[in-house]
T-cell receptor, first 110, second 112 residues
Framework: DAGITQSPRHKVTETGTPVTLRCHQT?????MYWYRQDPGHGLRLIHY???????DKGEVSDGYSVSRSKTEDFLLTLESATSSQTSVYFC?????????FGEGSWLTVV | RKEVEQDPGPFNVPEGATVAFNCTYS??????FFWYRQDCRKEPKLLMS???SGNEDGRFTAQLNRASQYISLLIRDSKLSDSATYLC?????????????FGTGTRLTVIP
């Protein structure tokens, strides 16, 4: 157990609305990541953070923003949700070169 | 071309069978390698790291061939509980941050 909790775990939202997913970790990990997982694509990196207020883009960052104001919290915001952002979102932390995932947040945009 | 490629399966095998999964990766500079297991509607969980010398954990054996850029996972004496999707993962660490590439996964169903 890497001490990661994600909220909400399930959400249905309407196209055009903003959505924020929260990732909370209890073990003071420096690096945190947001991935999305879609059939046929595997897991793809959206954004990652290497410290408080230090973030960088991943492979599929368009339409997403992140913030990390505290070590323990990494927020992912969909500025204006679209149907293509219907997915399962996993937060992760790294210990050395190994990544551990949260339980996932299932988001449906209708 | 995908960074990591896996046969998606599905592999349907009887209990007690031996099954092997293969994976290839495109970046020869990749530094570390893993197999993750993912159950339906759950998060991926680390199954084992893969070392150049090969490594074993109980019924699971992982092999890495850097020259061929090929990773394998062998499961012996399959159990019903082994039914899951197995993800091949390659890490290209860059300036401290892990840069992981995931295969799309190989689905295994162990049949009674």
């Amino acid at each position: 157990d890497a001490g990661i909790t994600q909220s909400p775990r399930h959400k249905v939202t309407e196209t055009g609305t903003p959505v924020t997913l929260r990732c909370h970790q209890t073990e003071n990990h420096r690096y945190m990541y947001w991935y999305r997982q879609d059939p046929g694509h595997g897991l793809r990196l959206i954004h990652y953070s290497y410290g408080v207020k230090d973030t960088d883009k991943g492979e599929v960052s368009d339409g997403y923003s992140v913030s990390r104001s505290k070590t323990e919290d990494f927020l992912l915001t969909l500025e204006s949700a679209t149907s293509s952002q219907t997915s399962v979102y996993f937060c992760a932390i790294s210990e050395g070169n190994t990544i551990y995932f949260g339980e996932g947040s299932w988001l449906t945009v209708v | 071309r995908k960074e990591v490629e896996q046969d998606p399966g599905p592999f349907n095998v009887p209990e007690g069978a031996t099954v092997a999964f293969n994976c290839t990766y495109s970046n020869s500079a990749s530094q570390s390698f893993f197999w993750y297991r993912q159950d339906c509607r759950k998060e991926p969980k680390l199954l084992m790291s893969v070392y150049s010398s090969g490594n074993e954990d109980g019924r699971f054996t992982a092999q890495l061939n850097r020259a061929s850029q090929y990773i394998s996972l062998l499961i012996r004496d399959s159990k019903l509980s082994d039914s899951a999707t197995y993800l091949c993962v390659v890490n290209e660490v860059q300036t401290g941050a892990n840069n992981l590439f995931f295969g799309t996964g190989t689905r295994l169903t162990v049949i009674p």
